[in-house]
């Protein structure tokens, strides 16, 4: 077939998984709106802006939080993260599917990010987490108990990426033992975000305390 006759076909087959996403998007948002807590999945400018902000030239692990239809997993791996490096924690079964499917050299684990040290293979540092978890539309405790994590797996020096759609984020901004390092808004988003990067100065944890972000 010659050159020109595939790419119909891909733009086809780009168009389709666009529009699979975008169902199985709004399936998960109609089934658990509170675990979702976007209306759309993250535009690829907020997931570039959010890989652009992990470290470079570490070889320690890459753990993004929430993963969903993979924008941010996509930008990641865009960006030069290396697979091995990377691990993906995403709760919904079918997302996690979908993920398997679309990054099938990267290690997706289903499971509640509460529970993160359970999931990850023990003994590997951890450079950076990278979470698009709603934590304002968790229950409090749930969000409490993620980011109580944050504090037992990072090193001091660690980063947090985060975004919020609460463009003040001032509840991230103060979180007990994170050091606020870059915070900008994405407007190509729906809805506009702020994407932070935050320093773990973990080593008295603040247990206890609760993430608003
Ligand atoms: C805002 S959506 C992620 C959007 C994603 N960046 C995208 O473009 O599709 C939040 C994601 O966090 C997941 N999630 C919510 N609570 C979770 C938890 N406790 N542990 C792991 N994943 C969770 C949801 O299933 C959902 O996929």
Known sequence: MPVTAHRPLARGLARALR???????????????????????????????????VPRHRDGLVVELGA??????????KDGIAPRRLVV???????VRYLRLRFPGVRVLQGDAAHLTDLLPPGQPIDAIVSSLPLRS??????????AQWWTLLPVGGTVIQYTYDLRARGLASLPGFLERASDIVWA?????????L??????????????D
């Not at 924690?89 to 997302?95: G, L």
């Not at 320093?199 to 608003?212: I, K, Q, R």
């Open 138 to 147: 968790l229950p409090p405790k749930v969000a409490a108990a993620i980011v």
């Open 19 to 53: 529009i699979s996403e975008s169902w199985l998007f709004a399936r998960e948002l109609f089934h658990q709106p509170s675990a979702i807590g976007a209306i759309w999945p993250s535009s690829s400018r907020l997931a570039t802006r959010m890989a652009a902000r």
């Open 89 to 95: 924690i995403e709760r919904s079964a079918r997302f």
């Open 189 to 197: 988003n729906l809805p506009p975000a702020r994407v932070m990067a």
């Open 68 to 77: 969903g239809t993979g924008a941010v997993t996509q930008a990641l791996l």
């Open 199 to 212: 320093e773990c100065h973990c080593s008295s944890p603040h247990l206890g305390a609760t993430a608003g």
